[in-house]
């Protein structure tokens, strides 16, 4: 197992940083109605994205464990970053949610730029401590 101490961080505070988010999703359906209306009319999207996000977030400390072995997935770890990302400044330049909800589209954009610095630092087993 090739060791790469940056690969593992990254993977692990992304993994740890998107459980603290997400988890409270779950508990927060009627607050955000409240503090973001209008209420939710698809509950099984609402509840799906947090699911969905959170078994990422599992994948991500799996990756931390042994990135060089995870390596083949990490470009679907990017892609999830991603999605979140544009579609965020999607909706920002749109008008259609605030700066400081854009603010975890850009967070994630980080985590996917330091995700795809992973996978180039991970070729051919090479990686560095």
Partial sequence: MTK????QTVFLVAGIYGIIV?????FSE??????????ITHPEFYYGFFGVALAWQLAFLIIARDPQRFRPII???ILEKLAYAVASAALLLGGRISPIVALGGGLDLILGALFTISYFRLKDGAAVS
């Fill in 30 to 39: 009627k607050i955000v109605a409240e503090k973001m209306p209008p209420a």
């Fill in 4 to 7: 790469d101490r940056f690969s």
């Fill in 22 to 26: 997400l988890l409270p999703g779950f």
């Fill in 75 to 77: 470009p679907a770890a």
